[in-house]
T-cell receptor, first 116, second 111 residues
Framework: NAGVTQTPKFRILKIGQSMTLQCTQD?????MYWYRQDPGMGLKLIYY???????DKGEVPNGYNVSRSTTEDFPLRLELAAPSQTSVYFC???????????????FGQGTRLTVV | GDSVTQMEGPVTLSEEAFLTINCTYT??????LFWYVQYPGEGLQLLLK?????DKGSNKGFEATYRKETTSFHLEKGSVQVSDSAVYFC??????????FGQGTTLQVKP
């Protein structure tokens, strides 16, 4: 009963390096989301996806890329890491809105990223 | 576009005090509404939810009612405990599936 799994939990990057944050869910949810949470702040939507092959930008997409080749996986790519990307990243998934269906979003435990 | 606005914090209360955290939203149609809680150093947990107008969500003594006429979803608890100290987020899922959060309200409960 894994739910939403994010890897890694912690990572330190040097400026200019690239990395992929992994997110996978086993609930067959169509909708998936990536957020960042800066210290003492709320959650800002980076990208989201309403199904395999479909992605869309959120509030703060610059410096990030995503892909959704399967229902289960929604990786987030940082191409050229910058100190401004130091944050905690959360992945979430939910099921589509249909009468009687559970629409709540389930969250991963987060990835704490530091860019130095 | 769709948005969620919460009252600014921090909110500091004594144990057993009454809690209200205001939340209003702007959205097309009938979004689903949620309250999430985040304890220090942890991820987000669903606290309660409501999926249609006049629904009341409740959990662990917390309640919130979906008010379409005032576009509000205020969180209330009759008697807070020290263990309720956390950050509370109001959120909605729009009819297009986008999950949008308010800025969060920090609650500190003192013994």
């Amino acid at each position: 009963n894994a739910g939403v799994t994010q890897t890694p939990k912690f990572r330190i990057l040097k400026i200019g390096q690239s990395m992929t944050l992994q997110c996978t869910q086993d609930m067959n949810h169509n909708y998936m989301y990536w957020y960042r949470q800066d210290p003492g702040m709320g959650l800002k939507l980076i990208y989201y996806s309403v199904g395999a092959g479909i992605t869309d930008k959120g509030e703060v997409p610059n410096g990030y890329n995503v892909s959704r080749s399967t229902t289960e996986d929604f990786p987030l790519r940082l191409e050229l890491a910058a100190p401004s990307q130091t944050s905690v990243y959360f992945c979430a998934s939910s099921s589509p809105r249909r009468p009687g269906m559970n629409t709540e979003a389930f969250f991963g435990q987060g990835t704490r990223l530091t860019v130095v | 576009g769709d948005s969620v606005t919460q009252m600014e914090g921090p909110v500091t209360l004594s144990e057993e005090a009454f809690l209200t955290i205001n939340c209003t939203y702007t959205a097309t149609g009938y979004p689903s509404l949620f309250w999430y809680v985040q304890y220090p150093g942890e991820g987000l947990q669903l606290l309660l939810k409501a999926t249609k107008a006049d629904d009341k969500g409740s959990n662990k003594g917390f309640e919130a009612t979906y008010r379409k006429e005032t576009t509000s979803f205020h969180l209330e608890k009759g008697s807070v405990q020290v263990s309720d100290s956390a950050v509370y987020f109001c959120a909605l899922i729009s009819i297009t599936g986008k999950l949008i959060f308010g800025q969060g309200t920090t609650l500190q409960v003192k013994p």
